[in-house]
Antibody, heavy 119, light 106 residues
Framework: EVQLLESGGGLVQSGGSLRLSCAAS????????MNWVRQAPGKGLQWVST????????YYVDSVKGRFTISRDNSKNTQYLQMNSLRDEDTATYYC????????????WGQGIKVTVSS | EVVLTQSPATLSLSPGEGAALSCRAS??????LAWYQQKPGQAPRLVIY???NRATGIPARFSGSGSGTEYTLTISSLEPEDFAVYYC?????????FGGGTKVEI
């Protein structure tokens, strides 16, 4: 079964740091671009970051550039999101998401993990 | 940045009725548009990719159409499990963006 399992969320103070992890199973991890998408409470979806299969192609939404770092370890079938200088507006459920082959749509989603930034 | 505008914000319908959800882009997204369904407390699920292709396991009552800047998700006859929020999303250019969502409610 194809599965993505996030961990590492929780409550953090404004200005603090947190690292999210996403463990993948059921597919050949190193063949797919991976992503983080977030959803603030009661709001819509926002793409956060994408990392290519080898980690060489990386993209971020402007609001997290310089603060968040996406990475992956293909030997562990895991991707990460290091979040620094957290702000209140980063409070959201963060989803680990796989992109379909050839940089396609978001075809597999994790169950999501909550991050709460408290001032 | 490509801005996606979905309409209407809310669609009130009954089971058995048809639904047409609109997604308008601020510039052409070249057909690289997807639709996702999200139910309360759940992660989104891919419904349609690249304008008109149904994702795995999606029933035939869901269809997508459009081109350029105008796209539509059509649900031919609503089943009880179809009542949810639907988001469109483009992968034509960075940053990847989502529309604000359409809630299909009873």
């Amino acid at each position: 079964e194809v599965q993505l399992l996030e961990s590492g969320g929780g409550l953090v103070q404004s200005g603090g740091s947190l690292r999210l992890s996403c463990a993948a199973s059921g597919f050949t991890f190193n063949m797919f671009a991976m992503n983080w998408v977030r959803q603030a409470p009661g709001k819509g979806l926002q793409w956060v970051s994408t990392i290519g299969t080898t980690g060489e192609n990386i993209y971020y939404v402007d609001s997290v550039k310089g603060r968040f770092t996406i990475s992956r370890d293909n030997s562990k079938n895991t991707q990460y999101l290091q979040m620094n200088s957290l702000r209140d507006e980063d409070t959201a459920t963060y989803y680990c998401v796989r992109r379909a082959s050839n940089w396609g749509a978001f075809d597999i989603w994790g169950q999501g993990i909550k991050v709460t930034v408290s001032s | 940045e490509v801005v996606l505008t979905q309409s209407p914000a809310t669609l009130s319908l009954s089971p058995g009725e048809g639904a047409a959800l609109s997604c308008r882009a601020s510039q052409s997204v070249r057909g690289l548009l997807a639709w996702y369904q999200q139910k309360p407390g759940q992660a989104p699920r891919l419904v349609i990719y690249d304008t008109s292709n149904r994702a795995t396991g999606i029933p035939a009552r869901f269809s997508g159409s459009g081109s350029g800047t105008e796209y539509t998700l059509t649900i031919s006859s609503l089943e009880p499990e179809d009542f949810a929020v639907y988001y469109c999303q483009q992968r034509s250019s960075w940053p990847l963006t989502f529309g604000g969502g359409t809630k299909v409610e009873i």
